[in-house]
């Protein structure tokens, strides 16, 4: 996955990035959410290369702390129904029709989901809605930048950024892999964010989840 292969690139070569900040982030978004929520959401929908590398990041990690109306539980209760038939390669438009009504309806509410947007491209694809499927390909692609330009992943000081449980996995799963001794540690809490170290060996890795405990 291509955000694999640029944290590949990161470690390598140690590029380093300023950390984002979650006590800001979220007193922002909690005290004036028009202004740096739901401002930022409008010009996402629309074209997201309009938003600076900042508002993007107030945007992604900020949707941690609004309520969103579509939360992770609703994604797994509608995981067998309409996720994972939308995941499917090859999706057929008679199927993707039947479940574009509730695809859409949760993709409005959870934009900022990778999996729901890498979704909405197959169903948009297959009934041959070009336009709508390369917005979500943009969007799809502005969030992996922001989470690879979040940090090094390297130390406590610059952890990769994300804002689910299954981001986190998806970036350990190449250290799990690795066999040998895999060990998982979490290091810290604060401000409903997890701070998790992932090693094999000499390997290591950090990923922050901000907003973990705020589904």
Known sequence: MKKLFLLALLLFFGISFSQINTVETKKNVTENPQKY????????????????????????????????????????DDYDEIWKIAS???????????????????????????????????????????????ICVMQNNRIIKTIDESGTGRSEESPICVITAGEMLNFAKPIMMMGGNFKQKDLK?????????????????????????NF
């Open 88 to 134: 499917r390669k090859g999706l057929s438009k008679t199927k993707a029709l039947k479940i574009l009504e509730k695809a859409e309806s949760a993709y409005h509410k959870a934009p900022m989901n990778i999996e729901i947007l890498t979704s909405m491209v197959n169903i948009y694809d297959a009934i041959k809605e070009k336009a709508k499927a390369e």
């Open 189 to 213: 809490t604060d401000e409903g964010c997890i701070l998790t170290q992932y090693s094999n060996g000499s390997a290591s890795l950090f990923v922050k989840c901000i907003g973990c405990f």
């Open 37 to 76: 929520y739901y401002d930022y959401l409008e010009i996402f929908k629309k074209d997201p290369s309009k938003l600076s590398q900042e508002e993007m990041n107030q945007l992604y990690y900020g949707s941690r702390f609004i309520e969103s109306g579509y939360s992770l539980s609703t994604f797994n």
